[in-house]
């Protein structure tokens, strides 16, 4: 762990994933009117059919990296770990099927580690390799991942929280505005969102409802 979990906590709240494949609309704009709407965390996951590779992914990955940094917000790389250290990242996302945790740990020193975890097992390990937060789903169903696990609804959560694991802990799939208080209310520090903030008319106004309706349950817990 190399982040203060409080501090941590706070940054998972309205945790924004997006890469150009995410995007109808060019996704610096998406970017900059999500964090306008108050997003306190990025990722950039550029994966899916016609995503960018080289360069090109290095090259929106600086630019998005430079719209974080206007307002302070840190800005996670998925997966790609050599990107992550070449660019100076505040951190990596990684997944069950990416290097282990405490192998990535070492190449990244004390930039924030998230990792994806499926089971209590899965999420031993993760803290024990030195994850500073970890990422559950898919909560509710979702399209935007073909590879997207069985819906898990607040099963593992609820577990996760009864067994007393007090990392800080993000759910993950088909999260809206609509549907954010239940996980909340079960033990998750935040929400994680791709589509309802990448494909939203106004992403501005959908990160903002995302914020509210995170911070209205958080107030009365
Ligand atoms: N990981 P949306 S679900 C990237 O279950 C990702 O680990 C998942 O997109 C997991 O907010 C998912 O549009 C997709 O449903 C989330």
Do not use: W
């Not at 800005?75 to 099927?97: R, S």
């Not at 589509?195 to 107030?219: F, G, T, W």
């Amino acid at each position: 762990m190399a982040v203060n979990p409080q501090a941590m906590r706070s940054l998972l709240k309205v945790y924004f994933i997006m890469g150009s494949t995410n995007c109808c609309q060019n996704p610096e704009n998406v970017l900059q009117a999500a964090i306008k709407g108050g997003i306190t965390l990025f990722q950039f996951r550029e994966k899916g059919a016609g995503c960018l590779h080289g360069k090109e992914k290095e090259s929106l990955a600086k630019k998005l990296q430079a719209i974080c940094k206007q307002s302070n917000i840190p800005f996670i790389v998925n997966d790609d770990i050599e990107l992550a250290v070449k660019i100076n990242a505040d951190g990596v996302h990684i997944g069950q099927d990416d290097e282990a945790a405490d192998v990535v740990r070492r190449k990244i020193g004390s930039k924030i580690l998230g990792v994806s975890v499926h089971s209590m097992q899965e999420a031993e390990t993760a803290i024990r390799q030195g994850a500073d937060y970890i990422g559950i789903g898919p909560i509710y169903p979702t399209s935007t991942k073909a590879d997207a696990k069985a819906v898990q609804g607040l099963t593992f959560l609820t577990e996760l929280r009864s067994a007393d694991i007090q990392i800080p802990v993000v759910g993950i799939g088909g999260i809206t505005s609509e549907n954010a208080s239940p996980l909340i209310e079960a033990g998750a520090d935040g929400v994680s969102v791709i589509s309802a903030i990448s494909q939203a008319d106004s992403p501005e106004k959908a990160a903002a409802k995302l914020y509210d309706s995170v911070n209205r349950i958080m107030r009365n817990a």
